[in-house]
C-alpha cells in the first residue's frame, strides 16, 4: 500500500511512501462511546466535590469540546492548575469507568475488530492511542480481547493530543521508519491536530465519536468517513 503525503502533492512531483503504521484512537473511533465518558466523569466530579466548583453541565461542556485529550489534563483545567485536586478527580473518573464497563460492558466499533484484523494481516502495524490512563485503556483492551503492535497513553508519551507524542511514541515503539508513512485516525479535533502536527501522510477522521464530519476538517483531516469499518475501502488502501 502507497499514499500520497499532504506535502508531496502540493510540489510538481509527487512521490509515495509505503503505509508502515495505522495509529488509531480507541473512544469514539474503534470502541463504543455512548456517552461513558461522560457518566464517568458526573460521577467522578459527585464523588469528588468537583461539581461545586463550576455547574457541572459547564463542565460536561469542557470534556465534550476537549474529548481526545489527556484525561488528567482535562481535570488539571477544570481544578483551575490544583494538581492535588485534578489527580483525585481523575483516579475517581478512572474507577467510575471501571465500574461502567462492569455495569453496561464496552463494545467495539461495528467493523472495528475486522479492520485491525486486517490490517496486521496485510503487514501493516497497528497502534491504538488514548487519552485514558494505562489503567483504563488495559481494562478495555481486555475486555475487548484485540491484539495490537503497541497501545499508548499520554504517560507513555509524554504530553496527550494535540501535542504529536503519541504518534511518535507509536512510531517507536512499533519500528515504522518515518512519519510520511504513518495514517493516524480519530473522531475528535485533538486526534486531527495530533496526526498534523506529527507530519502524519494520511489524517483521517471518523463521525462515529465526538465531533463532526465540519470539525475535523476545520482541524485538519485529510479524509472524513463515516465510520473505521470504511478505511479498507479507500484508495490508498486498495493495494492491500
Not at 21 to 41: K, N, P, R, S
Not at 108 to 132: E, H, M, Q, Y
Request: overall charge negative; hydrophobic content about 45%; charged content about 20%.
Amino acid at each position: 500500500m502507497t499514499i500520497t503525503t499532504p506535502a508531496a502533492s502540493a510540489g510538481s512531483s509527487a512521490t509515495t511512501v509505503p503505509v508502515e503504521l495505522v495509529v488509531l484512537d480507541m473512544a469514539g473511533t474503534t470502541v463504543v462511546d455512548d456517552g461513558i465518558v461522560e457518566q464517568a466523569f458526573e460521577r467522578a466530579a459527585r464523588r469528588t466535590g468537583l461539581d461545586s466548583v463550576r455547574p457541572l453541565e459547564q463542565s460536561l461542556q469542557y470534556v465534550r469540546d476537549t474529548m481526545g485529550q489527556s484525561k488528567i489534563e482535562v481535570f488539571r483545567h477544570l481544578t483551575d492548575g490544583d494538581d492535588e485536586a485534578a489527580h483525585a478527580a481523575n483516579d475517581a473518573f478512572e474507577d467510575a469507568y471501571a465500574e461502567l464497563i462492569d455495569e453496561i460492558g464496552v463494545d467495539p466499533i461495528t467493523g472495528a475488530a475486522d479492520a485491525i484484523d486486517a490490517l496486521r494481516a496485510s503487514g501493516i502495524k497497528v497502534a491504538l492511542t488514548t487519552g485514558f490512563s494505562p489503567i483504563t485503556r488495559d481494562a478495555v483492551l481486555a475486555r475487548l480481547g484485540w491484539q495490537v503492535d503497541a497501545a499508548l497513553s499520554p504517560a507513555d508519551a509524554g504530553r496527550g493530543r494535540p501535542a504529536p507524542d503519541l504518534v511518535l511514541a507509536a512510531i517507536v515503539a512499533t519500528g515504522a521508519n518515518s512519519v510520511a508513512s504513518v495514517v493516524v485516525v480519530g473522531d475528535t479535533m485533538s486526534d486531527m491536530l495530533s496526526g498534523r502536527n506529527a507530519g502524519a501522510g494520511l489524517v483521517v477522521g471518523v463521525i462515529t465519536g465526538a465531533h463532526s464530519r465540519e470539525q475535523l476538517e476545520a482541524a485538519g483531516a485529510d479524509i472524513v468517513l463515516d465510520s473505521v469499518r470504511d478505511l479498507a475501502g479507500l484508495p490508498q488502501f486498495a493495494s492491500r
